[in-house]
């Protein structure tokens, strides 16, 4: 093979390779288009999530206030019950005192 015979055949081989290239980057990029539709979608999407989070975090503020009322009512109602029975064991005892009194004076 001479000189120029070498040389017209790399540059086929190179042209061939520039447009196997050329045609595999159109096929990608044909593929890989985003339409306007798409896009607009993905932005409805974001919009939707974005909402879709801002109400989880309503949401679990206001679990969060709930949760520490309810914690805050069950402790002064623990504290009344707590209350309430010591007055019930006070009530007790005296009506216990009064009695042994009653029994003491009916006795004599």
Avoid: P
């Avoid at 801002?54 to 707590?82: G, P």
């Amino acid at each position: 093979m001479d000189r120029t015979k070498f040389i017209v055949a790399t540059a086929i081989v190179l042209f061939i390779a520039f447009c196997v290239g050329w045609f595999a980057n159109w096929l990608v990029h044909r593929f890989s288009r985003v339409s306007q539709d798409d896009v607009n979608q993905l932005e409805k999407m974001s919009q939707e999530l974005h909402e879709a989070e801002e109400t989880r975090d309503q949401a679990i503020t206001y679990l969060q206030q709930r949760e520490a009322e309810l914690t805050n009512q069950l402790a002064q109602t623990e504290a009344e019950l707590a209350a309430a029975m010591e007055g019930l064991r006070d009530a007790r005892q005296e009506a216990e005192e009064l009695r042994a009194y009653v029994e003491r004076m009916r006795t004599d």
